[in-house]
């Protein structure tokens, strides 16, 4: 299996497990930092990974992470909608 680092050298396996990415990404960028880190520190390092990525892995984790957004946004819609019925009781 493929691995790609962060830029502290941190492997990731390329195994289309977006959550790994992410998870690495957290401990990496925000957790070794104490919470200190900015947007631009999250989007470099994102863009980082990306540029290792060959256009097949691109749209892989693309399509991961469109699917993974697609159903936080949905449960977030859902739980809205859920609320409100209960506050009319």
Not at 21 to 48: C, G, N, P, Y
């Amino acid at each position: 299996m493929r691995t790609i680092k962060t830029s502290t050298g941190a492997d990731i396996a390329l195994d289309g497990d977006l959550l790994t990415v992410m998870e690495t990404l957290f401990h990496e960028v925000t957790a070794k930092r104490e919470l200190e880190r900015s947007f631009e520190d999250m989007m470099r390092e994102i863009r980082f990974l990306i540029d290792q990525m060959t256009d097949e892995e691109r749209r892989a984790y693309l399509q991961e992470s469109v699917f993974l957004n697609t159903v936080t946004y949905e449960n977030e819609r859902l739980g809205s909608y859920m609320r409100k019925l209960a506050s009319k009781d």
